[in-house]
Each structure stands twice: as C-alpha cells, then as structure tokens.
C-alpha cells in the first residue's frame, strides 16, 4: 500500500510504515486488529491528518489478503463511498481502497467487474501522475488486473502485463506479480517455461507462501510429473493453512490441482 504523507503525519508515517511492513510477513490478523484500534481513534479534519481512513483502508484491505474478501466486500464498498475526494491525500487513498476492491471481486471470481474497476483506477491514476507519485500503486493495480485477466482465461494478456511490470515492481509486489507469470504460462500450455521461470524466482515472500509451489506444481503436473507435483501442491497447503483464512481462494485452487493430480477429480 502507498503512503499518503504530509508535514504533519511523520509519527502516523512510521505506524503505518511499520504494519504494512507486518503485513508484507503474513500477519495479516495482528495488523488488521491494530489498524481497526487506530481507525476507532477520534476523527479530525482532513488537513489534520487523522489516522482514521489510512487505519480503514489498511484494515479492509488486510482482510483482503488475509483471504476475508467476501466478508469485507460491503464494508469495502461503504467505505469508498464514504471516502469523497476533497484533496489529493483523499483522491489517492481512495484509490488505494478501490484496488483493494479489485482484488476482492477477483477472489470470488467477478472478474468483469475487477476488469472494469482496475481499468478504471488505472485511468485515473494516470489522470494525477503530474501531481503526485503513482507508480506504486499503479503496478499494484497492474498486478490484481493480470490475476484477474488470468481468472478470464486471457492467459496472454496477462504475461504480457507481468512482464512489462516486473522490473519497476518492488516487494512484496513483485513476488505475486512473478508467480502470476507463471501461472499464465501454464494457462498457455508452456509447462516447461513455467518450471524455468519458477525455479529462476528468488526466496519466496512470507506473505506469498505457497503461491509459488501452487503455480510450480501446476507446471510440474502439465509436464506429467506428478509425484513432484503432488509433494508441491501439499507444501503450498501447509503455507496456506499457516498464515490464510480457509476461505482464501487460493485453498480452492490448491486442492482442485491435489485432486486432479491424485485422480481424485
């Protein structure tokens, strides 16, 4: 997530600085509780800098990743609403809250939707890039939008994204946008390639444990080698069960592949 500062947001700056930093390790739960503390704090004026709507926008958008989308996807919508845009600081976190609305919508498969809107934040991040730095949240949105284009089966459009991107993206960024052009790869039938540029990736991140093997085992069982296949896919499951909400969707997907790989589909 971007930080929004201003001359007077320097302790909030470091708070903030410090769970996204707990986020970007997978403890999603610790942060999502703290950042809900602070949003409950008394609210102030906009030029005031409360920590109100970065504490929200922070707690929805963890919730998010923690794999809690659809339980979150009204508040996130309330939110938005709720968040007009009377400045720049406001336009932007705005934005930020509406990508992770995108990744909401992809994770119950809506993926039109998550179109639309990431299309549509892109548009307009394009339209304050005179104003403000955007490339962060831009490749954030690039990344949602190629796993969603993935979703749609538009395999190529999304390598396409994904390797466009990958060399301005930072962690933790990078990690899910690498394991997103494996995963279209694999959607194009090119296993081999998919197993070459997993196996190229650096150390996995915390918080993307297991999305690395689940896209590796993918390869490994288009490649016909399913007893790697099948050791790959459970240790993804293992990294999801320690650090995902069962409802995550990448649960789902993990043991549809164990399933086809075990000839139990």
Same mark, same amino acid.
Not at 117 to 139: D, G, N, Q, Y
Not at 164 to 184: C, M
């Given at each position: 997530?971007?930080?929004?500062?201003?001359?007077?947001?320097?302790?909030?700056?470091?708070?903030?600085? /410090?769970?996204? *930093?707990? #986020?970007?390790?997978? @403890? $999603?739960? +610790?942060? !999502?509780? =703290? &950042?809900? %503390?602070?949003?409950?704090?008394?609210?102030?004026?906009?030029?005031?800098?409360?920590?109100?709507?970065?504490?929200?926008?922070?707690?929805?958008?963890?919730?998010?990743?923690?794999?809690?989308?659809?339980?979150?996807?009204?508040?996130?919508?309330?939110?938005?609403?709720?968040?007009?845009?009377?400045?720049?600081?406001?336009?932007?976190?705005?934005?930020?809250?509406?990508?992770? /609305?995108?990744? *909401?919508? #992809?994770?119950?498969? @809506? $993926?039109? +939707?998550? !179109?639309? =809107? &990431?299309? %549509?934040?892109?548009?307009?991040?394009?339209?304050?890039?005179?104003?403000?730095?955007?490339?962060?949240?831009?490749?954030?949105?690039?990344?949602?939008?190629?796993?969603?284009?993935?979703?749609?089966?538009?395999?190529?459009?999304?390598?396409?994204?994904?390797?466009?991107?990958?060399?301005?993206?930072?962690?933790?960024?990078?990690?899910?946008?690498?394991?997103?052009?494996?995963?279209?790869?694999?959607?194009?039938?090119?296993?081999?390639?998919?197993?070459?540029?997993?196996?190229?990736?650096?150390?996995?991140?915390?918080?993307?444990?297991?999305?690395?093997?689940?896209?590796?085992?993918?390869?490994?069982?288009?490649?016909?080698?399913?007893?790697?296949?099948?050791?790959?896919?459970?240790?993804?499951?293992?990294?999801?069960?320690?650090?995902?909400?069962?409802?995550?969707?990448?649960?789902?997907?993990?043991?549809?592949?164990?399933?086809?790989?075990?000839?139990?589909?």
């Amino acid at each position: 997530m971007a930080t929004i500062r201003t001359a007077r947001d320097s302790d909030w700056g470091e708070t903030f600085a /410090r769970l996204r *930093a707990m #986020s970007a390790e997978g @403890r $999603y739960e +610790e942060v !999502e509780a =703290e &950042a809900r %503390a602070l949003a409950a704090l008394p609210r102030r004026p906009w030029r005031r800098r409360p920590p109100h709507w970065e504490a929200r926008v922070l707690a929805t958008g963890t919730a998010v990743m923690h794999g809690r989308g659809a339980e979150v996807l009204d508040e996130l919508e309330t939110l938005i609403a709720e968040l007009e845009p009377v400045d720049l600081n406001a336009r932007f976190l705005r934005l930020i809250a509406r990508g992770n /609305r995108v990744a *909401a919508l #992809s994770g119950l498969r @809506r $993926y039109a +939707e998550a !179109e639309t =809107e &990431a299309l %549509a934040i892109l548009s307009e991040l394009t339209r304050i890039a005179h104003r403000t730095p955007v490339w962060r949240l831009e490749v954030t949105i690039l990344t949602h939008l190629a796993a969603v284009l993935c979703g749609q089966g538009r395999h190529e459009e999304a390598e396409a994204i994904a390797r466009g991107n990958l060399p301005r993206a930072e962690q933790p960024t990078a990690a899910v946008l690498h394991a997103t052009l494996v995963r279209s790869l694999n959607g194009q039938g090119r296993h081999e390639e998919a197993l070459a540029e997993a196996r190229r990736s650096a150390p996995p991140q915390p918080h993307a444990a297991g999305h690395l093997d689940l896209v590796t085992a993918e390869a490994l069982y288009g490649l016909g080698r399913r007893a790697e296949a099948e050791t790959t896919v459970r240790r993804a499951l293992g990294d999801y069960e320690r650090r995902l909400h069962p409802d995550h969707p990448r649960f789902r997907e993990a043991r549809a592949l164990l399933a086809r790989v075990t000839g139990e589909a």
